[in-house]
Every structure is written in structure tokens, then in C-alpha cells.
């Protein structure tokens, strides 16, 4: 079975940054995707961010320019890079993979807040 172990999450103020990682137990093949989802409370869960195995991303409009996602192909790792974080940007950041065949692999979360 495979886990995604997520880390980096906490407490920031306004303005600062938060560097998220996520890695993958073991080698996972067939990747199509890997990127970061995030959940606040009392809304859906929403993409935030992608990137492809070619390198390709992929941003949610509301981090455009902000973050900055990136992957370790070698290690199954990918990261998140959060720049001039915003108090609307609170919420449980989910690590995903989207493989070619089989279900999405999901981590367990990570808390991200950020305080005015």
C-alpha cells in the first residue's frame, strides 16, 4: 500500500511563506499528475495546483503568481511552494497523484494558517 507522507504545513502571518512537501513511499508508475488540493472548513475541496511528469503546472487563478508547485521524479516527491500567503488561504492542503489506471492516491493533510 502505498502512503504519501505530507509535511511543512503551520502557522504563518500574512505575507510570509511555506514550503509543502510530499513523498511517496514507494516508486508509484504510471504517473500522470502529482499536485496539491485544499480544503477550508465549510467548503469543497479544490485543486490548487499540478504538475505532469513532462513538467508541465497548472495553478487554481487564486495562486497564480504565488505559488509554485514542483516535483522530484526520482524520489516521487512533489512540492509547494506558498509566497505571500493570504489569511484565504487557510486550509488542509492534500498531497494527490493521478496515476494512468487505478484510483487517486491521496496524503493525509497538512494544516496551513494563516493569520491578519
Known amino acids: 500500500q502505498v502512503q504519501l507522507v505530507e509535511s511543512g504545513g503551520g502557522l504563518v502571518q500574512a505575507g510570509g511563506s511555506l514550503r509543502l512537501s510530499c513523498a511517496a513511499s514507494r516508486n508509484i508508475l504510471s504517473i500522470k499528475t502529482m499536485g496539491w488540493y485544499r480544503q477550508a472548513p465549510g467548503k469543497q475541496r479544490e485543486l490548487v495546483a499540478t504538475i505532469t511528469s513532462g513538467g508541465s503546472t497548472s495553478y487554481a487563478d487564486s495562486v497564480k503568481g504565488r505559488f509554485t508547485v514542483s516535483r522530484d521524479n526520482a524520489k516521487t516527491t512533489v512540492f509547494l511552494q506558498m509566497n505571500s500567503l493570504k489569511p484565504e488561504d487557510t486550509a488542509v492542503y492534500y498531497c494527490?497523484?493521478?496515476?494512468?489506471?487505478?484510483?487517486?492516491?491521496w496524503g493525509q493533510g497538512t494544516q496551513v494558517t494563516v493569520s491578519s
Open positions: 494527490n497523484i493521478k496515476r494512468a489506471y487505478g484510483p487517486d492516491y
